[in-house]
């Protein structure tokens, strides 16, 4: 039994409404720029059918600009519950934006308030509008003037340690017609250093009545359910910890559900989805979708004797044959591993593990 299991009210096993879209998990899968395309989204998909997923965040400059819409836009009409993620200072553009992420399908706009990288930022974008609340509450109103679905956003806790401002931010999100929020429990200085300050999460969700999405530090079970213990929140969003590992959604989901562990995924496994993960891409971007693979395959390659070996050799494929025969050949040296050393003691495998991730 997980630590704070009991002290989790029912709602976590129920739906969450967020405006007018009622969602089934109160577990969603993070924007993640580079990662959470239609290929990654497709298997996060398969073991989380009913959680809410995000397209990588998407310029509204540059949409306005475009006499055709980019490929980070493209969702596949299957994948619902979906949300199209949009960035910009511009409360026109991104009202604009927004009606084309409606035609294109998607359940609920959401506005990236927090990136915290320097091109985003010196544009006006990200977590810049934390210093901006005015412009930002202006931008929410002029999204939610706009469509007919939930404007969301997602933002962090303020700039910097002596600029903690999440409280009156996020209360002026929702007065401006935001229908949820999601807080990344770090400052923009702290970009993904350091914890999560999980405590100012509970205070937002202290001061709004909009639901209130978690988001930091959240890259097991036992780490979300310790989260919403602490914050109260009316559910998690994971982020990180999904990268190489498209299981962690699912698995936190079925829990909320059922008080129940799913069996985690075996190297083998991972290592099996890791090609399909290939494979997806190639189909999808050509060789830019193998030049992209090369960071995913080298996330799935951990936890197994001959880790790090694999690793140095994926992030330097260059077609999908180079990385199938670097998996294929971790898959039979992990199956003839295992078989060689069934009599070993789960401790002494664990320290053989180590030495070789």
Not at 4 to 12: E, N
Not at 148 to 169: M, N, Q, S
Not at 274 to 291: C, T
Request: glycine content about 8%; aromatic content about 6%.
């Amino acid at each position: 039994m997980i630590s704070g299991l009991s002290k989790l009210p029912q709602k976590y096993a129920e739906p969450l409404t967020v405006g007018n879209v009622i969602l089934k998990s109160r577990v969603l899968q993070s924007p993640l720029s580079g990662v959470t395309d239609l290929v990654f989204r497709r298997l996060v998909r398969r073991y989380a059918p009913d959680s809410m997923l995000y397209t990588e965040m998407i310029s509204a400059t540059d949409l306005h600009h475009r006499s055709a819409l980019p490929k980070l836009m493209e969702i596949d009409r299957h994948e619902t519950p979906i949300s199209i993620q949009l960035f910009d200072c511009r409360p026109d553009f991104l009202a604009e934006a927004a009606q084309k992420a409606v035609a294109e399908g998607a359940d609920t706009v959401d506005i990236n308030m927090g990136c915290p990288v320097n091109k985003i930022t010196k544009k006006g974008g990200g977590s810049s509008l934390l210093r901006q609340p005015e412009l930002a509450a202006q931008i929410v109103r002029s999204v939610v003037g706009a469509v007919d679905i939930p404007v969301t956003v997602k933002t962090r806790i303020g700039w910097d340690d002596a600029e903690i401002t999440i409280l009156d931010f996020a209360k002026r999100m929702e007065d401006a017609g935001a229908k949820m929020i999601t807080v990344h429990a770090r400052t923009r200085s702290q970009g993904y250093t350091g914890n999560a300050k999980w405590e100012w999460i509970r205070k937002v969700k202290e001061v709004l009545t909009i639901p209130v999405i978690a988001n930091g530090d959240i890259f097991s079970v036992e780490a979300a359910i310790a989260c919403l213990v602490q914050t109260g929140a009316d559910g998690v969003m994971c982020s990180r910890g999904t990268l190489g590992y498209p299981f962690l959604v699912g698995e936190v989901d079925h829990f909320l559900k059922t008080g129940e562990y799913l069996p985690k995924p075996t190297a083998i496994k991972c290592l099996q989805v890791a090609k399909e993960h290939l494979q997806g891409l190639w189909d999808y971007k050509g060789i830019r979708g193998i030049r992209q693979s090369r960071k995913h395959m080298t996330w799935y390659a951990k936890g197994f004797v001959g880790a790090a070996a694999l690793r140095d050799r994926l992030c330097r494929i260059e077609s999908v044959q180079d990385g199938f025969d670097c998996l294929d050949a971790a898959i039979e040296q992990i199956a003839n591993f295992q078989g060689e050393f069934q009599a070993i003691s789960p401790e002494d495998m664990a320290e053989m593990i180590a030495m070789q991730q």
